[in-house]
């Protein structure tokens, strides 16, 4: 497995109040799988991409978080921002693309915190570009690009580093459905043929349909959707 999520919980402080977000969560995704996440508004479905992804501890009476075999959580925040630009990458509703930098830096952006040599950045991200159809748009800035040309540019960004772990939130919410629809068999495909794990938190059910496995969060647990 390349994602495995064990006994996960969170809860907030609000003005006194405590509010349960996640109960005892198990979650786990292998090499290759694409698994939707829903659940109603406020369910902890975004909580849960960022403790799988490495952005938000869990309470301390969770059990382990493994992304590739290695516990995101027993390492200092140092290590874990290392494991987090290798082995995960992230793919947004509205694609967080640096306006001021045009599109090839966008997608080189996650090697720099690798320190990866600038020649090499670029080979890299203009052949995922080229697998994303935007090779032609690389000195192009996101203003210039529709919603979707957008998103194809944030995928390839996601993919920079080679990370073993997709992690969408709503990558298609701000899409119409023809243009989702060949956002996600873009993303599906080359989750097959490099074998990643993708996770996707949706609110679309027929987004959730596509995907190998349908997982619904309610009550801070994952049931089959």
């Known amino acids: 497995m390349l994602i495995e999520a064990e006994n996960i919980h969170k809860q907030y402080r609000m003005r006194g109040h405590v509010i349960p977000v996640l109960r005892g ?3 786990a995704v292998a090499a290759g799988e694409s698994v939707a ?3 109603k508004s406020g369910a902890g479905k975004s909580t849960l991409l ?4 490495g952005l938000d501890r869990p309470d301390k ?3 382990p978080v493994r992304i590739a075999g290695e516990d995101l959580y027993s390492v200092s925040a140092a290590k874990r921002t290392g494991l987090r630009a290798r082995k995960i990458g992230f793919v947004f509703q509205s ?3 640096l306006p001021e930098l045009d599109v090839l830096d966008n997608v080189m952006l996650p090697a720099r915190a690798l320190a990866t040599g600038r020649k090499e950045m670029r080979v890299r991200a203009m052949q995922l570009l080229e697998s994303v159809g935007m090779d032609k748009r690389a ?7 529709s919603g979707g040309e957008q ?12 990370p073993r772990v997709i992690l969408a939130d709503e990558p298609t919410g701000n899409l119409d459905d023809e243009t989702g629809a060949q956002v996600l068999a873009l993303l599906f ?4 043929k490099h074998d990643y794990a993708l996770v996707i938190v949706t609110h679309n059910e027929q987004v959730a349909l596509t995907c190998d496995r349908h997982l619904h969060l309610e009550k801070g647990l994952l049931a089959a959707g």
């Open 25 to 27: 969560l198990v979650c």
């Open 189 to 192: 495909g080359l989750v097959r």
């Open 151 to 162: 998103q194809r540019v944030a995928i390839a960004r996601a993919l920079m580093n080679d």
């Open 37 to 39: 996440i829903t659940g």
């Open 95 to 97: 694609y967080h693309l």
């Open 61 to 63: 009476q969770s059990g």
């Open 50 to 53: 960022h403790i799988l992804g």
């Open 139 to 145: 000195c192009h800035t996101p203003l210039e690009l």
